[in-house]
C-alpha cells in the first residue's frame, strides 16, 4: 500500500462517522484533502499530475454535480468525492463511484427496509433519476434532501466503501 492511501483512508474514516452522526461532511475536513491532493500531484508528477488530479475531480464533478443540484445528494458528498479525484485521478475515481453507486443503492434499500418505506424510497429514486436525465429539478419535490419527510441515508460509508474498493482492487 502506497503512502499516499492513508491520508484518503484517514478522510473516509472521519467522513464518514461525522457524516453518520452529522449527517453532513465539514469543509474543514474535505477542503484540505482536496487541495492537498492537488498540492501532492503537482509535488511529485509536475503538471501532468496537476491535470491528472483535475481530471478526477472533474469526474467527481460531472458524475454527483446533477444529484447535488436535483438536491438528491448534499455538497459535502460531491467535495469528498473530488477530494478523491483529485488523490486518485479519473479512472479511479470513476470505478469508485461505480462501487459507490451501487454500495450506496444497497444501503439504501436496507434503510428504507427497516423504515418500511421500499416503495415510496423506489418511487422517489425514480423521480430522481428521472429528473437527471430530463434536466429537470424536483426541489420542491419528495427527492428534495430539504423535505422532511423523505428519507435519506449519510452516504460517506457508500463512498468509503467504493474508494476501499478501489484501494484494494489496485
Not at 419535490?141 to 467504493?162: K, M, R, W
Request: charged letters at 10%; a positive charge.
Amino acid at each position: 500500500m502506497s503512502f499516499s492511501w492513508w491520508p484518503i483512508l484517514v478522510v473516509l474514516a472521519i467522513a464518514t462517522a461525522w457524516d453518520i452522526a452529522q449527517r453532513r461532511i465539514p469543509d474543514w475536513l474535505v477542503l484540505p484533502f482536496l487541495f492537498a491532493g492537488l498540492v501532492l500531484a503537482g509535488t511529485h508528477r509536475g503538471l501532468p499530475g496537476v491535470e491528472t488530479s483535475l481530471a478526477g475531480i472533474a469526474v467527481a464533478a460531472v458524475l454527483i454535480g446533477p444529484f447535488c443540484w436535483l438536491r438528491g445528494m448534499g455538497l459535502g458528498d460531491l467535495k469528498l468525492c473530488a477530494g478523491i479525484g483529485a488523490w486518485i485521478g479519473p479512472g479511479h475515481t470513476l470505478f469508485a463511484l461505480l462501487i459507490t453507486a451501487i454500495s450506496g443503492g444497497i444501503i439504501a434499500m436496507a434503510y428504507a427496509l427497516y423504515h418500511r418505506s421500499l416503495a415510496s424510497s423506489l418511487e422517489s429514486a425514480g423521480d430522481l433519476i428521472a429528473g437527471v436525465l430530463h434536466g429537470k429539478s424536483p426541489r420542491k419535490g419528495p427527492v428534495s434532501l430539504d423535505n422532511p419527510a423523505a428519507l435519506s441515508i449519510p452516504y460517506a460509508p457508500a463512498i468509503a466503501i467504493g474508494t476501499i474498493f478501489v484501494l484494494l482492487s489496485s
